[in-house]
């Protein structure tokens, strides 16, 4: 473990030249400002091209990486390892992901960091890297366990706590700091208005603009309360949209009253919370900017609205550059400049890091772009990383890892506030909760998704251990997101010596067969419990079901949660955050957002 005189030594003229305060949340004084303009001032044209950068790159070691992680990163890259990225362009960011190998267990990932760090800071004018990922908790989390993952947006919307919200992103934000990680792409600000959203759905925080403002700011003072940078996304919100991003370019038809009302809110709080990151989305809004372009390439959006009209000056990243919707109508080399053009400041995950380098640094060298544009950039970059304690404290430690990750104080808040999300919908004839008495013998079916951070799951035999833990006997058999005849006729079977099933549906539409799979089940005269395991509108596809709860995602946490709820261990708090339409008429209600039962009088 580095000490801190090695530190010094390798940051040398950095930190003389910056001698900034050691408490990590608040931000450079004045003072510190000018300090950090003549760093810039000192940097090569080439140095600050890289500082914009946010990059992936293979392996779970910055210098030992896997035979197949070296091939990838020669592929991809042209480098072998993360260090070798950092010396050929001196990229500002990395991005892990757990499927570039990056977050195996928070050790191994602790040690990532201090060697990226120790990589970039051991080169001439060497500056600290701002590690950043995507852990919004719910279904998209990149660090698993034995760290804690919390219940995701949508979970915490039907919770409805902002003091809940708020206290999930501080555990997670002190796990993430703990582990080397000072930015994190949460939380999620989009408003999801959209029952077929198919990328954002229960990321959200739900469908009314205020309640979701809330709970955004609410995260955005948890996780910079830990002292990791929180990233409001996807701006100018991406919540009323049909197609994904990634494999797509979605059009968004609100017209500006629409969006003023609807997906501005969560913005405007985040930037009132002192939210130190926005990240772009790739979408048309026509209301916004008739020309076409997406978000991320529109000065009239991220300039014009973000900065002038929201008043917001911190970072803005791009999502993905590697995305469909920013690739779209543009080449790989020209989506960066127009980029920075429209007012970013940090470009994430390009396709070809050398395409997307050489087209920026070739656009200040024939004038398309300043120089001093960059500066700009780059400028609030360093603040960021200022503020962070970067400068003075880039390392972590493996004592820091054991007093801070995973440990059961956060495991314990993880649990206890999942319970407060889970939401009872339908409770015919008081089925639930489930009695030991009368339903002792269980039968647990349905989809087995793959847990979001590779280390969870899967639900049906989660769900199944903790009713086993609570005097219930459970089994399990996986149906998956669309059972075959065989394996319906299979769980039919099992079921008939049962006292209940419990069935985990995953997006069920009209033509899937999860419905087949419990019509069939309710024909064996069992009673039939489902449990949404993603997204709540799934009970309006089945509404023979007498008992349904919705747990919002399948990570363990919320669906242990369930199990609690099913046994009668605990009360179901949960009220929805979205409206669920009905699925013979969607232009009508089937249950309203704040509906959510409870047991007892």
Request: aromatic fraction near 4%; charged fraction near 20%; hydrophobic fraction near 45%.
């Amino acid at each position: 473990m580095p000490t801190r005189r090695t530190v010094l030594a390798a940051t040398a003229g950095v930190t003389s030249a910056l001698a900034l305060g050691t408490d990590a949340q608040a931000g450079p004084h004045p003072h510190d400002d000018k300090r950090l303009r003549a760093l810039v001032a000192r940097m090569s044209l080439e140095e600050k091209v890289g500082q914009l950068f946010v990059m992936r790159v293979y392996g779970h070691s910055a210098t030992a990486p896997d035979q197949a992680d070296i091939d990838a990163n020669l592929q991809e890259l042209g480098v072998r390892t993360a260090a070798e990225l950092l010396e050929r362009y001196r990229v500002g960011g990395i991005i892990y992901f757990s499927w570039a190998h990056n977050t195996r267990d928070p050790h191994q990932i602790a040690a990532l960091s201090n060697g990226i760090q120790r990589a970039s800071l051991g080169l001439p004018r060497g500056l600290p890297v701002l590690v950043s990922t995507d852990q919004e908790h719910g279904i998209v989390a990149r660090v698993g366990k034995p760290a804690t993952l919390l219940p995701g947006a949508m979970a915490l919307g039907a919770g409805g706590s902002r003091a809940d919200a708020r206290e999930a992103a501080r555990v997670g934000g002190a796990e993430l700091r703990a582990i080397g990680v000072r930015q994190d792409y949460a939380p999620v600000a989009d408003v999801n208005v959209n029952p077929a959203n198919p990328v954002i759905g229960v990321r959200s925080f739900g469908a009314a603009p205020d309640a979701v403002a809330g709970l955004v700011a609410a995260q955005v003072k948890g996780y910079q309360g830990a002292g990791v940078a929180a990233t409001a996304k996807h701006f100018p919100g991406h919540g009323d949209t049909a197609v994904d991003s990634h494999y797509g370019f979605p059009v968004i038809e609100h017209t500006r009253e629409q969006w003023t009302a609807l997906d501005a809110p969560p913005f405007r709080a985040a930037i009132r919370a002192g939210i130190d990151s926005i990240m772009t989305a790739h979408i048309m809004v026509p209301a916004l900017d008739p020309s076409g372009a997406p978000a991320t390439l529109s000065r009239p959006i991220l300039t014009g609205i973000l900065r002038e009209q929201l008043g917001y000056d911190g970072v803005v990243v791009t999502d993905s550059l590697g995305m469909q919707g920013v690739r779209e109508k543009y080449g790989d080399d020209q989506v960066p400049v127009l980029a920075l053009k429209a007012g970013v400041d940090q470009l994430l995950n390009p396709p070809s890091i050398d395409v997307a380098w050489n087209a920026v640094l070739a656009a200040v060298r024939s004038s398309e772009l300043t120089e001093a544009r960059l500066d700009e950039s780059i400028l609030r970059i360093l603040r960021l990383k200022a503020k962070l304690g970067l400068f003075e404290r880039p390392y972590v430690s493996d004592a820091g890892v054991d007093r801070v990750v995973g440990i059961r104080r956060h495991l314990e808040t993880a649990d206890r506030i999942a319970e407060r999300t889970t939401t009872l919908l339908v409770n015919e004839g008081s089925l639930l909760p489930l009695s030991r008495r009368t339903h002792r013998n269980v039968l647990v079916v349905g989809a087995d998704p793959a847990s979001p951070s590779g280390t969870t799951g899967p639900p049906t035999t989660v769900l199944a251990a903790e009713l086993a833990s609570l005097g219930f006997t459970a089994t399990s058999l996986s149906t998956g997101t669309a059972p075959t005849q065989a394996l319906i006729d299979q769980a039919v079977a099992a079921a008939r010596d049962k006292d209940a099933v419990v069935v985990g549906t995953y997006n069920v539409t009209a033509g899937s067969t999860q419905r087949t799979l419990v019509a069939r089940l309710l024909a064996t005269g069992v009673p039939v419990v489902a449990v949404a395991i993603r997204n709540p509108y799934d009970v309006a596809q089945l509404p023979e079901v007498k008992g349904y709860l919705a747990a919002y995602s399948w990570t363990d946490v919320e669906v242990r949660a369930a199990a609690r709820v099913l046994a009668g261990r605990v009360a179901p708090r949960g009220k929805l955050p979205v409206p669920v339409q009905r699925a013979d008429e969607p232009t009508k209600v089937l249950y309203p957002i704040g509906h959510g039962l409870t047991y007892g009088p």
